[in-house]
């Protein structure tokens, strides 16, 4: 979050008094000379800071035969600030009162601003073909002076900039300004503008260039271009058959390369030196440059949370298997409560946004005294588009598990046909602050299809982050908000694989039980049951720059049928430190149903 500096107190006396609209300086401040400005509020600070009188008031340079240069000079300068914001019937008046003895000069800079000049007229002009007609309504809403604004200069002139800009953005590349004026009138304090833009001709996406390619195929980059390109012109005939530039489209295809795995850096760059060069040229040729992570990588890394303790994993990756561009991604994690091996195979992703998937893992689990060895196959086609993802695969899950009291092992399998949807609208994906992140699964598996039993299962998980107001009671806190549901239609939960069923409690759902606590008892251990339902609320507020307080409650439980359900309650504060690799978070909570403090420490946030 960006923190402005803390105001010096010569300028935070300065906004107290420009607040009263009357003088800026405070006797005994100045080293040169004494400056009082009576303005309006607006006014004082560019007075103070764009003049030559402000600038010079305490530069140890001054020499005093140079102040009636700067008070000559001061009624031009404060006319013209004046009129750059709108006030064209303004007058000014400098005068210097000689210094008594033993004290030092004094300026008076007094501005009578008048009535503010307001638009009463904006007539706009826009030649060229029906598509960039369609842009109409939309360069009228982006235009900052519409009828019955205050006219400012630095405005008119940013309009129109951002006029053009909005045209080229969308394939209009030619786009020039043939007639600009605004008419002032002073007595009348309006201001009547008049400007006429001629689009030129739409042009189309033309040749790409690939810059920096050396251990992967071309076709990698290609088939995640957004966009169809100009055929090149054969002699004598323009280029032609392109899809229309948009400078989104470029933006589009940087975000998908810069997604897809291959790559550490990505720059997409349109070259508009070649269209200014040939007046006739109706393409924008575009130029990919790209640095490519290393074919080969091992990896290791080591950490803590409170739910699962300590963890090491030792990974390994291959970005180009049998040199079709297929993505290996596998590893060995170890953790208190969890051993995982794990591989997985990945193809490139498609220009439509698809790929495929296929994988298996095995894994040893054991927390609430329930012990699961756990297998599984998949295989599955992708599909990721900006922040939205979507998965549909099929699994193959088998299961032993054994629990304290129980005289057999329990052995389960299912082949359970998934989709899975995730959407995140967050404006940080490491360390959010405003925006949402919705994910929904949806599974079964038949028993007449290699399961143990028939279940349809449904899940959903949603964190809303809420900015507070500044200037509200909770100014510049963050509120956060998380819900959780989940069910599964069956006759009974024997014969699922625990992975299709649901626990909850530690750090990141209900904090003030250890993890996974909250489910079924069964055997002296707690298992997974066939619904679910955690609600959330936090609110972190600033303390000193990267730090951050917070309270919360949460409150949620899982059972096997929701007569069963028993919500538990937690709350309690903890502490927020701002990390590089996102929110570290130390709570403390209390759980009503188990009347007992724990701690949680985690990194992150998990959508």
Not at 288 to 298: I, M, N, P, Y
Not at 316 to 344: E, P, T
Not at 417 to 431: F, H, K, N, P, V
Request: charged fraction near 25%; glycine fraction near 10%.
């Amino acid at each position: 979050m960006r923190r402005t500096a803390a105001p010096s107190f010569r300028g935070w006396l300065a906004a107290c008094v420009a607040g009263l609209g009357l003088a800026a300086a405070a006797p005994g401040l100045a080293a040169n000379y004494r400056l009082d400005i009576e303005a309006p509020a607006e006014l004082v600070e560019p007075l103070r800071t764009r003049t030559l009188l402000g600038r010079w008031i305490d530069e140890p340079g001054f020499e005093s035969e140079q102040l009636p240069l700067f008070i000559e000079r001061a009624r031009d300068e404060a006319l013209a600030i004046a009129r750059a914001a709108g006030y064209f019937s303004a007058s000014a008046e400098v005068s210097l009162e000689p210094a008594a003895a033993g004290e030092l000069p004094r300026v008076h800079v007094v501005v009578d601003a008048g009535a503010r000049t307001t638009v009463n007229r904006f007539d706009f002009t826009l030649d060229g073909p029906p598509d960039a007609q369609a842009l109409r309504a939309e360069l009228a809403r982006r235009w900052p002076l519409p009828e019955g604004s205050f006219f400012l200069s630095d405005r008119w002139q940013e309009g129109k900039r951002l006029l053009l800009d909005v045209l080229q953005q969308h394939g209009f590349v030619r786009a020039r300004i043939v007639e600009s004026r605004a008419q002032v009138d002073p007595a009348a304090t309006a201001a009547g503008l008049r400007l006429h833009i001629e689009s030129g001709p739409r042009l189309a996406f033309g040749p790409t260039t690939v810059k920096g390619l050396q251990r992967y195929d071309r076709s990698i980059v290609e088939a995640l271009r957004p966009w169809h390109e100009a055929a090149p012109a054969a002699s004598g005939h323009a280029a032609s058959g392109g899809d229309p530039y948009s400078f989104e489209a470029l933006l589009d295809y940087q975000a998908r390369l810069r997604a897809s795995g291959y790559f550490d850096s990505v720059d997409v760059l349109p070259d508009l030196a070649a269209v200014e060069a040939d007046p006739a040229r109706t393409d924008v040729p575009v130029t990919v440059e790209v640095s490519e992570r290393k074919l080969k990588q091992a990896t290791f890394g080591i950490g803590y949370s409170s739910d699962e303790g300590a963890r090491g994993l030792l990974g390994y990756q291959h970005r180009n298997l049998f040199g079709r561009g297929w993505q290996l991604d596998s590893g060995v994690l170890v953790q208190s409560v969890r051993h995982r091996v794990f591989a997985s195979v990945r193809t490139p992703q498609e220009a439509s946004g698809h790929y495929y998937q296929v994988g298996a893992r095995s894994e040893r689990f054991e927390v609430q005294e329930e012990l699961t060895h756990k297998q599984t196959l998949f295989a599955g086609q992708g599909w990721e588009r900006g922040d939205t993802t979507r998965f549909t695969s099929l699994q193959y899950q088998t299961e032993s598990r054994e629990l304290p009291l129980a005289t057999d092992v329990d052995h389960s399998q299912a082949l359970t046909l998934g989709y899975a949807w995730t959407r995140r609208r967050l404006d940080s994906q490491i360390d959010p602050r405003s925006g949402y992140s919705i994910s929904a699964q949806l599974s079964g598996a038949a028993r007449a299809l290699a399961s143990d039993r028939s279940f349809v299962r449904f899940y959903t998980r949603m964190m809303r982050f809420w900015p507070m107001p500044r200037e509200s009671l909770l100014g510049d806190g963050l509120l956060i908000g998380l819900f959780e549901f989940g069910h599964v239609a069956a006759g009974g939960r024997d014969g699922i694989p625990s992975e299709n069923l649901f626990r909850t409690g530690g750090t990141q759902s209900v904090r003030g039980y250890s993890y996974l606590s909250l489910g079924v008892p069964e055997d002296g251990a707690i298992v997974g049951g066939r619904v679910l339902a955690v609600g959330s609320l936090e609110y972190q507020h600033p303390v000193v720059r990267n730090w951050y307080g917070a309270v919360f409650v949460d409150i949620g439980d899982a059972a096997d049928r929701w007569g069963d359900y028993k919500a538990a309650r937690g709350y309690g504060v903890g502490a927020r430190w701002r990390s590089p690799i996102g929110p570290v978070s130390l709570d403390v909570a209390y759980g009503e149903a188990v009347r007992h403090w724990r701690m949680h420490l985690s990194v992150g946030y998990a959508f």
